[in-house]
């Protein structure tokens, strides 16, 4: 079975930096199947980036977030910069399989979940 190991989340600045890690073990899967989203309290699963043979980002974070990976330690990372306030939730580290371009942005189409961590952004 697939497991995400998601870590990096903290107490952080306004216009502070920081990089989230989703280490997948178990079963694979392909790095086009997989997505960050993020959840605030009282709020859904808000769609954040995933990668689709192109990179996609929602409008509150393009510019300033950045998906990659590291293959050889089956390892996905979000790497957030100029964080704000607004930022402020619970970061999932999610995958598919068989996700379609016109649902990649739907929490729902997801089967495998990581534990999430918290990211505060507060001065």
């Known amino acids: 079975q697939l497991q995400l190991g998601v870590s990096g989340g903290r107490l952080l600045q306004p216009r502070g930096s920081r990089r989230l890690s989703c280490v997948a073990s178990g079963r694979s899967c392909r790095i086009n199947d997989m997505a960050w989203f993020r959840q605030a309290p009282g709020k859904g699963r808000e769609f954040v980036a995933a990668?689709?043979?192109?990179?996609y980002y929602s409008d509150a974070v393009k510019g300033r977030f950045t998906m990659s990976r590291d293959n050889a330690k089956n390892t996905v990372y979000l790497q957030m910069n100029d964080l704000k306030p607004e930022d402020t939730a619970v970061y999932h580290c999610a995958a598919g399989p068989g996700i379609i371009l016109s649902s990649l942005r739907d929490a729902r189409q997801y089967a495998y979940w990581g534990q999430g961590t918290q990211v505060t952004v507060s001065s």
């Open positions: 990668s689709r043979g192109n990179l």
